[in-house]
T-cell receptor, first 110, second 115 residues
């Protein structure tokens, strides 16, 4: 079993819809949870950062962490065509390197 | 700061040739990472450096791959000899710290094609 599992998609949704992206993980030592966004032919960029369990909201984006289920989610409200990108979940145990998921390709249809 | 700089942006070479990828991290960042990204395997960490010293090279696929960081502002990833299965996008990233999931800043990547 890989440390971090993420459905590669692609996921296509109409503009304005709510998008849900998810990852599962196996290492209970993970404490720091991140979402990186990668536009086509660009490097990944940090989008959201969460420590331990709970929710974090930033504009149209909400990150959720459920450590009991080893499950993290990213929600995008009122999705826009400019949100079309690959979203990579990432996590770290604290003093160790970041482990990335494979990424989910998201297409927002105008 | 200009961000992480990588060169070349694209490289097309023939099997058996030596390939050298270059990276200039963000000034002041103590950590430098080399990643490889493919559709099949996603983003894989190859090696990372702390203060120019290689710390973890467990992701380097085989002896054909080598990486150096002669100073704080320059690193290279070399593949010799190159093979078609090395075709991928290679990213360099840098960060201030390792702990706490410190944000990594990625370069634009080098798209390598080995024929």
């Amino acid at each position: 079993q890989k440390e971090v599992e993420q459905d590669p998609g692609p996921l296509s949704v109409p503009e304005g819809a709510i998008v849900s992206l998810n990852c599962t993980y196996s290492n209970s030592a993970f404490q720091y949870f991140m979402w990186y966004r990668q536009y086509s032919r660009k490097g990944p960029e940090l989008l959201m950062y969460t420590y331990s369990s709970g929710n974090k909201e930033d504009g149209r984006f909400t990150a959720q962490v459920d450590k009991s289920s080893k499950y993290i989610s990213l929600f995008i409200r009122d999705s826009q065509p400019s949100d079309s990108a690959t979203y990579l979940c990432a996590m770290s145990a604290g003093d160790d390197k970041i482990i990335f998921g494979k990424g989910t390709r998201l297409h927002i249809l105008p | 700061d200009a961000g992480v700089i990588q060169s070349p942006r694209h490289e097309v070479t023939e099997m058996g040739q030596e390939v050298t990828l270059r990276c200039k991290p963000i000034s002041g960042h103590d950590y430098l990472f080399w990643y490889r990204q493919t559709m099949m395997r996603g983003l894989e960490l190859l090696i990372y450096f702390n203060n120019n010293v290689p710390i973890d090279d467990s992701g380097m696929p085989e002896d054909r791959f080598s990486a150096k960081m002669p100073n704080a502002s320059f690193s290279t990833l070399k593949i010799q000899p190159s093979e078609p299965r090395d075709s991928a996008v290679y990213f360099c990233a840098s960060s201030l710290r390792l702990a706490g999931g410190s944000e990594q800043f990625f370069g634009p990547g080098t798209r390598l094609t080995v024929l």
